[in-house]
């Protein structure tokens, strides 16, 4: 048999499918998702069932502040990329950081609450079913802040070296869908934990 | 390739004779008490019941269905095989058929559907069943490998067989149980007197049974528990309403006191054995292990493991991993004479 | 010949050093490399599970039998479960999936070859990390090696106080590790499937087989992620003090069945649908005959996928929910046995009017076609909850989901190594040496499988290390293992035919069963790089409308 196919004419370009690693991402975010969703359902199912110890209305303090410097990463991240398919490296670079910022403030701000929590109110993970949930939760979004922080600031430095231009756009796009997922976590993390649980 | 043919016969066969076997493995009498099999199909009591006729309606029609696509198997396999003088030319190629396809989906979803309505009737008579006013509470209590039986109303504490009395269909007293765990899932089965219901920590479940017939129903523990999961056996003894009356009365006295044993007694309240056990009347208060008050009045030892007899008691004392190995019994390590003595004290807790 | 210069196909290589081939091998980044890794890793771990599996029939055979301690048989059921999903089956598909998917849509390899390799490693490592438990298990406990828990370490036997020592950490971190492995391949699947089919391969010409992966792809997305999160959990009570499951703080042992299920049937999807992608495959060529109802095969899967979802619950009957939520369940559970059913129907049509050829894979398939039926029965019987409550934690069950994993999916993996082992080493399997494996594997897996019903309706609960006498379990018990032993022999038959064929089976050319996908168009073992040139298609069967430019299939679809 060979292996040549019949020769059949046909328009250039015609024969459009999406980009490999925008589905890949998209995959990726699906089974975080869901891992997420687990971490919610167990936070919920055992909202009010603590026997002991700290309940969240007598220690949660909804982190507005950090809130708004997440999100507002989102919209940083988006500009960023805009800039850069553009071709406009330096306002690519300049919003880049601002995100870097903006996220690491909010890593920052995590901190500081769970010292909080740990040395005044003596709310640790193993103190109740409260504090286990919280901190899992919490903790795997900070996690996963975390690791996006890493990629980011090696795109920055890549960028510095002026290796980032427009044809990386692409690539670029599908790291910053990273990042909005990461961001559209916290805003159910948010409600389930600082809303919904008191 | 005729030895094919011959070959599919023989498979035909074959499978033949293992339904066979199968029919007749379902058929396998028993008679509680005697050589007793814990048969889902000889049920002796209204929930095993309901579930046997319902399993009776599901195999009749899942047998149909079999029948149906085998017969449709074997023929197509009989039927459109290459043959050595066929024509080289490749059949029809057919693609679907809508209306086939339609057919056998739709029939499919009617079958479901019934089998569904039968089903949910079941679940509900058994699960919602109005409790009448004269029933036996019992509260089980499953441990790392044994059970615990509690009759609040009737200030009974005891261990591995279960005393319930017989239901007169006309004027029900069936036996409802509370069931819960010490450590981790268990699980109640006793086959021929209902379907099965787990023990887990911090979860209050509860089931019911009125057995028509009085007798002795095996079971065991049914969910893995843990090293000991095997032998974490069940007794269910079904008595008259006298003699469960009997039974009770008996149960609620506190220990008999025999001085002739006084010594066993000693060793048993001064070693560690009272940390675990209980013998009503006497210091002996622990409840990690079963309630020994009147253990002589059980047939078996160690959750059905042995015979309850004086040479395997003193076997378990002296090492329980003889008899069953990984158990949450310690061994004593009683000398000869300690261990003999106890026993003779054990042997009079009736 | 030496190895590697059969794997590149007409340029020969002499005299390589074995140390550059091994080099070769741990570092590719090809997808059919890692496919024939996936697969032979898989082979290894048939064997030790089936091993286990010879352990346990052996300790079976008689009542109050001690061949083995109470202790070595709660591992020995543990690993061998444990084994088989997620070290035999998932990585079988994973790696006949990476070898043929990018063969049957036209590409050159999987959209992200390095994460093909970082995920089979992943996967690799946790088998190895299992299996190190039997020499690291005891940790400063002393207490036990290998997991003893159970495939599905129900809570709160896994937690400090009742599993102390690390063998329970052996099971939760292995699973763990290769369960991103998992999902690593799904993406790449996923993403190759959706990106990389060659021109005029629409997602309804793509061959039943890529459309199944796609769909247990996208189970693996959503089903081993909860797994993970509960592993994750459960790590976090073991060694951060956590309590989750822990029932003394207020915890649920119920929630981590929950968690498990929601994996756990979904599970059992991932495992069989490939199957049925491989009876898809094998079924037409030799019958002659094109899949009957194509689109419907497809809906159906796709129905399967999501139904599977919400029917995880049949596996907690007993566990005490109320009425509602059984009744829920039993519906659920119902209403998947229809797509799943309706397939046996397609199977059927298929074979309906052709010329069928009993060759080795095919026999392979009409066994699975029968004993699928069956499992899907005795199924149904395990989804009406109160005959459930009757069978469940017995033997019937693992009748019956043997019954599925050895009678379905096994004896399709087997079709598929008849099928594609010429395209995939350039050597046919010896046809007589595949019908003696066929039909003693046969025989063994009756004897075992069907009479295993018996005891589970007799009362015989499952994951017992020994059973009492004279409760109608004995001689039952003792022929099951029987059995066990002959599949073990066929097994061993099978995997010398593997081993000897590949030094002296009949050259197989590019397409030795006259079939219609992709693969068959190019040389057996096929080029590093696939296709020459990228192919265009315009039916479900390209090699039909080539061999049939008469006849081709773009006329009728």
Known sequence: MSAISTPIAQTPGAWKLPYRSKVGMACLIIAESAIFTIFVVAYLYYAGKSLTGPTPRE??????????????????????????????????????????????????????????????HGLTISTNLFGTTYYSLVGLHAFHVTVGLIMLSIVFLFGLAGRVGSEQSARVEVLSMYWHFVDAVWVVVFTVVYILGR | MEWEGVARLGAGILL????????????????????????????????????????????????????????LLVYALAKFRARPGDSPHEPPQVYGSTQIELAWTVIPILIVVVLFLATTRVIHAVQDATKPANVVEVIAIGHQFWWEFRYPALGIVTANELHIPVSDPANPTPTYLKLLSADTDHSFWVPQLAGKTDLIPNRVNTMWMDPHRTGIFLGQCAQYCGTQHAKMLLQVKVDSREDFEAWANAQKQPAKQDESVSAGRHVFETTACINCHAVAG???????????????????????????????????????????PGSLMPAMKLSDAELDSLVRYLETLR | MSSDAMAIGAVEIEGRPWVETLHDWITTVDHKRLGILYILFALLFLLIGGLEAIVIRIQLMHAHNDFVSPQVFNRMFTMHGTTMIFFVIMPFMFGFANYLVPLMIGARDMAFPRLNAFSFWLTAFGGFLLYFSFLGGSGLYGAGTAPDVGWWAYAPLTSRAFSPGHSADYWTIAVLVSGFGSIGT???????????????????????????????????LI?????????????????????????????????????FWIFGHPEVYILVIPAFAFASEIIPVFSRKPIFGYPVMVAATVCIGFISMSVWAHHMFTIGMDSAANTFFVLTTMAIAVPTGIKIFNWLGTMWGGKLQFKTPMLFCIAFLFQFLIAGLTGIML?????????????????????????????????????????????????????????????????????????????????????????????????????????????????????????????????????????????????VYNFAVIPTVESRRPLWDRKHPEDPDSRYE
């Open chain 3, 186 to 220: 799904a993406t790449n699947i996923i993403a190759t499937i959706l990106s990389m089919r060659c021109p005029g391969m629409t997602l309804s010409r793509m061959p039943l087989m890529g459309w199944m992966t796609l769909v247990m792809s996208g189970l693996v």
């Open chain 2, 282 to 324: 006497t210091a002996a208060k622990g409840r990690f292990g079963p309630d020994l008050t009147h253990m002589m009045s059980r047939s078996t030892i160690a959750s059905g493991a042995a015979e309850n007899t004086p040479e395997n008691l003193g076997m378990w004392i002296q090492d329980p991993d003889m008899i069953k």
């Open chain 3, 383 to 527: 989804g009406a909850a109160p005959f459930n409550w009757q069978l469940s934690g017995s033997y019937f069950v693992v009748a019956h989901f043997h019954y599925v994993i050895v009678g379905a999916i096994l004896f399709c993996m087997f079709g598929a190594i008849y099928y594609w082992y010429p395209k995939i080493t350039g050597r046919m399997l010896d046809e007589r040496l595949g019908k003696l494996h066929f039909w003693l594997f046969v025989i063994g897996f009756h004897l075992t499988f069907d009479l295993m019903h018996i005891p589970g309706v007799l009362g015989m609960p499952r994951r017992i290390y020994t059973f009492e006498p004279g409760r109608g379990w004995d001689s039952l018990n003792w022929i099951i293992s029987i059995g066990a032993f002959i599949q073990g022999i066929a097994t061993l038959l099978f995997l010398t035919n593997l081993v000897v064929s590949y030094f002296k089976g009949p050259k197989a050319g590019n397409d030795p069963w006259d079939a219609w996908t992709l693969e068959w168009s190019v040389s057996s073992p096929p080029p």
């Open chain 3, 223 to 259: 089903s081993i992620s909860p797994l993970s999160a509960a592993q994750i959990m459960l790590l976090v009570d073991r060694y951060l003090g956590g309590h989750f499951f822990d029932t003394q703080a207020g915890g649920s042992a119920t929630l981590w069945m929950h968690f």
């Open chain 2, 16 to 71: 033949l004779v293992f339904g066979l076997l199968l029919a007749a493995g379902l058929c396998t009498a028993s008679t509680p008490g005697e050589n007793p099999v814990p048969n889902i199909f000889q049920p002796h009591s209204t929930p095993a019941d309901s579930i046997f006729h319902l399993s009776l309606f599901v195999l009749t029609i899942t047998g149909l269905i079999f029948l149906v696509v085998f017969i």
């Open chain 1, 59 to 120: 220690v949660l303090d909804p982190p507005i502040f950090y809130t708004i410097c997440l999100l507002s990463s989102s919209l940083t991240i988006h500009f960023a990329s805009r800039f850069l398919e553009r071709g406009g490296r330096g306002a690519f670079l300049g919003f880049w950081f601002l995100t870097i910022f903006l996220g690491g403030l909010f890593l920052f701000g995590t901190g500081r609450e769970w010292h909080r929590l740990i040395y005044e």
